[in-house]
């Protein structure tokens, strides 16, 4: 299916979105909108016949755990919802811990790398035979950007993707943005990546931009979509024509001509042919290849065990501090945990802006203190609740004025009452003494 060039609908630029030239399609974040109700601008969209495709961010294919079926009944919603096409997700692990490890339940409010090995590959095409199963619409998976490197991997990116390809039949939603990003912080190259890709297989390609600090590079969807991505985006067109390209943005949204100028620049690399072009037609396109014969089967219930306790001693080091697991960069590893903590940060003060307004400028000061000693276990609205709660219990804030605003608004949404005095002691008491 054609596509065309798109742009990533988000609720601050969604009148820039509705006036940008030569948009053909949207992409929304899934979980980002209500089954019952959708927002105006998408409305409009719509009756005009540009298509939405719903983007998930939660599911966690990649995890040790069956997929949940009340989050994919969510995304089928919004795929009936929407009309779309198709749905996407992410080859990615958010969530570690519970039942499979006998451990508390944690979540990484982000999307973490699977370690790519033939363990990890047995898991994941079961749950994207499961999610297939339960989706109206075919479904895509996108490559996904990383701090970190697995220790004792047996595939690169492009075998993986391959095999993923040919034994669930799955689409491929390719970030190029993502492929450079891979190439700084962990040192593959694009181009071995998308000569392994089955490209017949793409069903969409994302561009986004970013920004390197330390020789580190963050993939923000912040900034302005840089030249060595626009490379990886003609190394790809010199392979395949892609269906459908996207632009990305997130925060710090610029002007709409800034926004429509991006886009032109990706429309025109997506539209060129670079002298590699015949390169899809040579064979090395071919889901089939391999650097050597694909391991058989050795069962997916061990492999979820292995894999279980591996992302939970993973997530467990960048969430709540303890020591990182063996093979892996202490310091990529701290970076990671710094990039996870100030992200849930950012997140909880857009799903409760009251927060850095009562608090001020010690918001971020605060939050970031909490989350060292409160790993994120129920989402991000939850996670405002309790890092509320605790603030309260610990006395603070000192200012009266804010204590009885945060007050307030934490009774207005988590119960009848504030925590008075004794309840505070009791589980001020609680929390020291189980060591958190």
């Keep these: 299916m054609k596509l065309g060039t798109g742009i990533g609908w988000r609720p601050e630029i969604a009148d820039a979105v509705e006036a940008l030239p030569g948009v053909d399609w949207v992409e929304v974040v899934a979980e980002n909108i209500c089954t019952g109700h959708l927002p105006a601008s998408l409305v409009r969209l719509r009756e005009r016949g540009i298509t939405v495709v719903p983007h998930g961010v939660s599911l966690g294919l990649g995890g040790a755990d069956r997929p949940d079926q009340d989050r994919l009944a969510g995304l089928a919603a919004r795929?009936?919802?929407?009309?779309?096409?198709?749905?996407?997700?992410?080859?990615?692990?958010v969530r570690a811990g519970g039942v499979l490890t006998a451990s508390p339940r944690l979540e990484a409010g982000h999307l973490l790398p699977v370690p790519r090995t033939w363990d990890a590959l047995e898991m994941l095409c079961e749950n994207v035979r499961i999610a297939q199963d339960s989706l109206p619409?075919?479904?895509?998976?996108?490559?996904?950007?990383?701090?970190?490197?697995?220790?004792?991997?047996?595939?690169?990116?492009?075998?993986?993707?391959?095999?993923?390809?040919?034994?669930?039949?799955?689409?491929?939603?390719?970030?190029?943005?993502?492929l450079h990003t891979n190439?700084?912080?962990?040192?593959?190259?694009?181009?071995?990546?998308?000569?392994?890709?089955?490209v017949e297989a793409i069903a969409y390609v994302h561009v986004a931009g970013g920004v390197e600090k330390d020789?580190?590079?963050?993939?923000?969807?912040?900034?302005?979509?840089?030249?060595?991505?626009?490379?990886?985006?003609?190394?790809?067109?010199?392979?395949?024509?892609?269906?459908?390209?996207?632009?990305?943005?997130?925060d710090d949204f610029p002007p709409a001509a800034e926004l429509a100028d991006e886009l032109a620049s990706i429309r025109a690399t997506a539209a060129g042919v670079a002298s590699g072009a015949s390169r899809a037609a040579s064979g090395c396109t071919s889901v089939r290849r391999r650097s050597g014969p694909a391991r058989p089967a050795?069962?997916?219930?061990?492999?979820?065990?292995?894999?279980a306790v591996a992302q939970a001693a993973l997530l467990s080091s960048l969430v709540a501090g303890t020591p990182a697991p063996e093979g892996f960069d202490g310091r990529r590893l701290r970076v990671q945990s710094?990039?996870?903590?100030?992200?849930?940060?950012?997140?909880?003060?857009?799903?409760?802006?009251?927060?850095?307004?009562?608090?001020?400028?010690?918001?971020?000061?605060?939050?970031?203190?909490?989350?060292?000693?409160?790993?994120?276990?129920?989402?991000?609205?939850?996670?405002?609740?309790?890092?509320?709660?605790?603030?309260?219990?610990?006395?603070?804030?000192?200012?009266?004025?804010?204590?009885?605003?945060?007050?307030?608004?934490?009774?207005?949404?988590?119960g009848s009452r504030p925590p008075r005095r004794g309840t505070r002691l009791v589980r001020a008491a609680r929390a020291a003494l189980s060591g958190r």
């Design 79 to 93: 795929a009936v919802l929407l009309d779309a096409p198709l749905v996407t997700e992410h080859i990615a692990f």
């Design 137 to 178: 619409v075919p479904l895509a998976l996108e490559n996904i950007a990383a701090l970190i490197s697995w220790p004792g991997e047996e595939l690169t990116e492009g075998q993986f993707l391959a095999e993923l390809v040919e034994r669930t039949g799955v689409r491929l939603l390719i970030d190029v943005a993502n």
């Design 183 to 198: 190439h700084v912080n962990r040192g593959e190259d694009p181009s071995a990546a998308l000569d392994e890709l089955p």
């Design 215 to 250: 020789g580190v590079w963050h993939d923000t969807h912040a900034h302005p979509v840089t030249a060595p991505v626009l490379e990886v985006l003609a190394e790809l067109r010199s392979r395949v024509e892609p269906p459908g390209v996207l632009l990305e943005r997130d």
């Design 298 to 307: 050795a069962g997916v219930a061990g492999a979820r065990d292995r894999t």
């Design 338 to 414: 710094r990039a996870l903590a100030a992200k849930r940060a950012e997140v909880v003060a857009k799903v409760a802006p009251e927060l850095p307004e009562i608090l001020g400028d010690g918001y971020r000061k605060e939050f970031l203190a909490y989350a060292g000693t409160r790993p994120m276990s129920d989402g991000y609205r939850r996670d405002a609740l309790d890092f509320a709660e605790q603030l309260l219990i610990a006395g603070g804030p000192a200012d009266d004025v804010a204590r009885r605003r945060l007050t307030h608004w934490w009774q207005d949404r988590a």
